[in-house]
């Protein structure tokens, strides 16, 4: 396996009126191509941040970002934006959690779908319509023909999901980013586009990522998992290893707090006490610390880096879960 | 033809409701039914939650049960008093034991009034005590909800995040005492780790003030950890009611089996038994004959698209409206 994306040490701040936030704090990510990660993480966390970077899409004076991203062997930042946009632009693509506001309200779905067929591709009228319709079929539209005409509020939250990813698989990407794709969505719908898009991803050879709060749609569609809290990494594995084998007291706190249709109707959740640290006053330590029902005095004054534990399950922290270093529940 | 084969005796319940029918008009001289004879009991202290996809008719019904939507016809009829015949000060006054918190936390809240205003205004519209009495009394219920009273009285709404201002809105719902509480998805526009907070907010205000709830969601998962007795709807339609761990564990409608199978599990060893569905919901507009569910059901027979089904028993308090129900 080759990596396709690769990011070293990003970092990503934003200067706001209350001082520097730095939503991203360096991250390392290598992700092999054909696989499919997931980042998870509440809001907050800086997973979206962190996906647009990667993508080239922050770019705002407001906006510092440092690190090496490098897409298929190309650095990012050496590009002019030309380049990025050429590079970047065909080779990578997103779809964006809320498909009622991705598209343009006023232009039918089928000059909407052909724009980056014509821009990017350079084909012509003709040649674009019937890759539309071709990519209409592909993602399981009944009628594309008709579609074309259509416009996105003459459509379900579910249709234009789907119309979403027919647009973003439309330059052959080899990278698919999906940041929330089924978040706004009903439950039934949400595991058919999950069901799309694992489909696709095979089909086309893509490599994925999927952005999610929800650990349910995480483990059952991805191979890695990348959990964030307060703009980093910290903990990385297999799925199956993760879900088997936490080592990081915010995973399992996040994984016991969400509600489970598989536990006891009435049960009592526990809970995640407290919030995210403020981004603009990162603390000293970890920053889960304060909220942690393990933290030790270390934790609140030495800041933990990224250690592996086997076969590339990473975490950071200074007691993982599943040590036989005894400690103290607070 | 009536509906009503799961509905308790009239004795035994705080809010019944009875045939009733929401209806709005859209172009083209059309009516939607986003309600369509729905019939259902609530038992005091009870939680009731009501299921359904986008559409279903949820949310209108949790409206119409207050009067903020007038219903088309049927009867709403809460301790004994008929809400949909009530005059407007009447109304007014039987609405302060039924109260409503809703979606977005942020925009239910006035952004320029101050945590004590937001949470006296219903003791001050209804002249509840002196202004010393009031001010304890927000205290108290702002401790209540997980606050501190000294630190929020004074701020402005806008500066809390959607987890504090879903606390704030439950501690104004509760200023009056309210025997019932309406939930319209009071958690799905917070963060996984706060949900699980609310969740166990409104259990425990439940205990404390011995509430009755209705709870409106479409997150299956959300539902489990915090109903008692469940309401799945479908198109305006109820299409089964019953105890929760019996609706979970048999669910008897191929709707609510459907919706089951479709919650992704966080388990990656877990080994998907998926009960197909196809499609998205038809229009409401012009609903199927029938069987509101047959265009995307599995076991429709053509019986589905002729006769409507009734509500009939699946199982101990659980009922189910299918002609062909799941064993």
Redesign the interface.
């Known amino acids: 396996m080759s990596s396709i994306l690769k990011l070293e040490n990003l970092r990503v701040r934003f200067s706001t009126h209350r001082g520097q936030l730095e939503a991203v704090r360096g991250v390392d990510l290598d992700i092999q191509a054909g696989t499919s990660i997931g980042i998870v993480g509440?809001?907050g966390s800086g997973k979206t941040v962190m996906s647009r970077a990667a993508m080239g899409l922050l770019t705002g004076s407001n906006v510092t970002r440092d690190g090496r991203i490098s897409f298929d062997g190309k650095v990012l930042s050496d590009m002019s934006r030309e380049e990025v946009r050429n590079e970047f632009g065909t080779g990578m693509a997103m779809i964006f959690q809320d498909p009622m506001t991705a598209l343009n309200p006023v232009r039918r779905i089928g000059s909407q779908l052909q724009e980056s067929l014509r821009v990017r591709l350079g084909m012509s009228r003709k040649e674009s319509r019937a890759r539309s319709i071709e990519l209409l079929t592909l993602v399981r539209i009944p009628e594309p023909k008709q579609m074309l005409r259509k416009f996105p509020s003459q459509l379900?939250?579910?249709?234009r999901q789907r119309i979403m990813i027919a647009i973003a698989i439309s330059c052959n990407p080899k990278l698919l980013f999906a940041d929330e794709p089924t978040t706004a969505l009903?439950?039934?719908?949400?595991?058919?586009i999950?069901e799309l898009l694992t489909d696709l991803r095979q089909r086309l050879n893509m490599t994925m990522v999927l952005v999610t709060?929800?650990?349910?749609?995480?483990?059952?569609n991805t191979d890695y998992v990348a959990v964030m809290y307060a703009g980093e990494i910290v903990e990385q594995a297999p799925?199956?290893e993760l879900?088997?084998n936490m080592k990081m007291p915010y995973t399992e706190?996040?994984?016991k707090?969400?509600?489970?249709?598989?536990?006891?109707?009435?049960?009592?959740?526990?809970?995640?006490?407290g919030?995210l640290p403020d981004p603009t006053d990162r603390p000293l330590g970890c920053g889960f610390a304060a909220r942690c029902s393990y933290a030790q005095e270390k934790c609140f004054a030495e800041h933990p880096e990224l250690e592996e534990a086997k076969d590339g399950h990473l975490y950071r922290c200074w007691f993982p879960l599943g040590d036989s270093i005894p400690r103290k529940v607070s | 033809m009536t509906n009503h084969a799961h509905l308790r005796k009239d004795s035994d319940v705080l809010l019944r409701v009875e045939d009733l029918v929401v209806e709005f008009k859209v172009p083209g001289n059309k009516v939607v039914n986003a309600v369509s004879s729905v019939s259902f009991d609530v038992k005091e202290g009870e939680t009731l939650a009501v299921v359904g996809e986008s559409g279903c008719g949820k949310t209108t019904l949790g409206k119409a049960l207050l009067q903020i939507q007038k219903p088309k016809s049927g009867t709403v009829r809460f301790e004994g008093n008929e809400l949909t015949s009530l005059s407007k000060s009447d109304l007014r006054s039987a609405r302060t034991s039924i109260q409503m918190i809703f979606q977005d936390p942020i925009s239910s809240l006035d952004p320029r009034m101050t945590v004590r205003q937001i949470v006296d205004e219903p003791l001050w519209i209804w002249s509840k005590g002196d202004e010393n009495e009031r001010v304890e009394k927000v205290k108290t219920l702002l401790n209540n909800v997980g606050l501190d009273p000294e630190l929020v009285l004074d701020r402005m709404s806008y500066e809390f995040s959607g987890g504090q201002c879903q606390r704030i809105s439950i501690a104004r719902s509760l200023a009056l005492e309210p025997k019932m509480l309406i939930c319209d998805e009071p958690v799905s526009a917070l963060d996984v780790s706060i949900q699980a907070q609310i969740l166990n907010l409104l259990n425990d205000m439940k205990d404390r003030y011995g509430l009755t709830l209705i709870f409106i969601s479409h997150d299956l998962s959300v539902v489990k950890a915090i109903s008692t007795r469940i309401m799945v709807m479908y198109l305006g339609k109820v299409c089964e009611i019953g105890p929760t761990e019996s609706v979970y564990s048999k669910p008897a409608h191929h709707y609510t089996a459907a919706l089951i199978s479709s919650v992704p599990i966080p388990d990656p060893t877990h080994r998907a038994q998926r009960t197909p569905i196809v499609g998205e919901p038809p229009s409401p507009v012009d609903p199927p004959s029938g069987c509101r569910f047959r265009t995307r059901c599995p076991a429709a027979t053509e019986l589905c698209a002729t006769e409507e089904p009734m509500l009939r028993l699946a199982a101990d308090g659980h009922y189910v409206a299918c002609h062909h129900p799941r064993a």
């Open positions: 509440e809001s379900s939250g579910g249709m009903d439950v039934t719908v949400q595991a058919q999950l709060h929800d650990l349910g749609v995480v483990a059952g799925t199956t879900f088997a706190a996040l994984f707090s969400i509600p489970n249709i598989q536990m006891k109707a009435g049960s009592r959740l526990p809970v995640i006490e919030r």
